[in-house]
């Protein structure tokens, strides 16, 4: 029997671990398949653990949940992770966004698979590590699509890292976009929607707080449709409170976790989804039909992302509120995904055309035939 391990660290919503969510169930899929038998188990920082319900995990603290504590609780989670495995002694590592010690311009959208038996790298996963202690990754698997939004032509370090990884006798592969919780999305393809629902989709990685909300709070001022909010577990109360206060019936809030069935149901509902160019809600859309208005933070208009969502705004995936430049044409940009919603979906609909999480399985099967 085989067994695999998949670390979603830096993980608290559906982000990093939907996406190994997602390639772990492709991987259990594709061995019953085959009529073989493999154990999956999950390392995560997640608060809810529902997300991962079909197999057992481990639940890490997350630094970012005591940031006072910050160098100590990474300390010790490489020790507890290092432990695990020495434990469970798998036979593959897949690992979404390194404990620590990866450069942070990497970002989210990558997949690490490290070498069968060396887990050396885990005894410290402070940023005073550097990735070479890691025993270099036998895989470096980014969901993106190989040609529509080829990471390359975004900054030159990914370049830089391409050649690192290929340096260490490592492969970079682009294996498409990866499409999280699909066993619930294939349900509800061509569900009917709430007519004129504008869902703002704020969970996970979406994080509402004074200082970062403001651009929500513009929009909806600056407009005249109604919508519905949903915060997600990390959102600071007393701004929601604040935003239901000042826009009253106009902005309808759900508050806390949603289960990922539900969330997939909302997006389904929904006639349009604004989300804060969010991976997996993003992806999840172009999945199931439904239009996206993408608002890029400020904090995140990096080289990389800016050029990112300018590619795809220019192949008609999606409208772009770029925070503090264009919110104050937030009626126009909503109006106008109303009023081209086929084509846009047409156009999102060709970002995944590929199945990132059963490429990635199958170069896990394959990987697997020959080193054991």
């Known amino acids: ?9 830096n993980g608290r919503g559906l982000g990093h671990n939907g996406k190994q969510v997602a390639v772990a169930s492709a991987v259990k899929e594709l061995f019953e398949k085959k ?35 910050k160098k100590e609780i990474e300390r ?25 010690p990866v450069p942070e311009e990497v970002g989210a ?12 790298g885990y005894e410290n996963t402070s940023h005073e590590k550097s990735e070479k202690s890691w025993g270099g990754f036998d895989y470096f698997l980014i969901p993106t699509h190989p040609e529509l939004e080829n990471i390359l032509d975004l900054d030159e370090r990914w370049e830089k890292k391409k050649k690192d990884v290929e340096g260490r006798g490592g492969e970079w592969i682009q294996i498409g976009r990866i499409i999280p919780f699909k066993k619930y999305l294939d349900k509800l393809k061509g569900r009917k929607r709430k007519r004129g629902e504008i869902l703002l989709a704020y969970g ?16 909806v001022e600056t407009t005249s449709h109604q919508y519905r909010l949903i915060t997600g577990p990390y959102a600071e109360r007393e701004f929601v ?52 208005v993408s608002i890029l933070f400020r904090r995140a208009m990096d080289k990389s992302r800016m050029n ?21 044409e937030a009626g126009r ?18 970002f995944v055309e590929f199945d990132g999480g059963k490429n990635a399985a199958e170069i896990i099967y394959r990987a697997l035939e020959e080193v054991l």
């Open 35 to 69: 009529g073989e038998e493999i154990e999956i188990y999950a390392i995560t920082e997640a608060r809810v653990l529902d997300l991962w319900e079909d197999f057992p995990v481990y639940r890490i603290p997350s630094p970012h949940d005591m940031p006072e504590r």
């Open 333 to 350: 940009i909503i109006d106008k995904v109303f009023e081209s919603r086929e084509e846009i979906v047409r156009n999102a609909s060709k």
């Open 241 to 292: 409170r604040a935003l239901k206060k000042k826009f009253g019936e106009r902005l309808k809030v759900e508050e806390g976790f949603l289960h990922p069935r539900e969330y997939a149901r909302k997006l389904a509902e929904a006639e349009v989804v604004i989300n804060p160019f969010g991976y997996n809600t993003q992806t999840m859309c172009f999945y199931l039909g439904t239009p996206v």
């Open 76 to 100: 010790k989670n490489g020790e507890v992770i290092y432990g695990i495995l020495k434990t469970l002694k798998p036979d593959y590592v897949a690992i979404d966004n390194t404990p620590r």
């Open 109 to 120: 959208l990558k997949f690490f698979f490290l070498r069968p038996y060396d887990y050396s």
């Open 204 to 219: 996970g990685g979406g994080l509402l707080n004074f200082k970062e909300g403001k651009h929500l709070e513009r929009i």
């Open 1 to 9: 029997m085989s067994r695999g391990v998949h670390i979603a660290p």
């Open 308 to 328: 990112w969502a300018k590619k795809l705004e220019e192949a008609g995936a999606t409208e772009v509120i770029y925070e503090g430049v264009n919110e104050g």
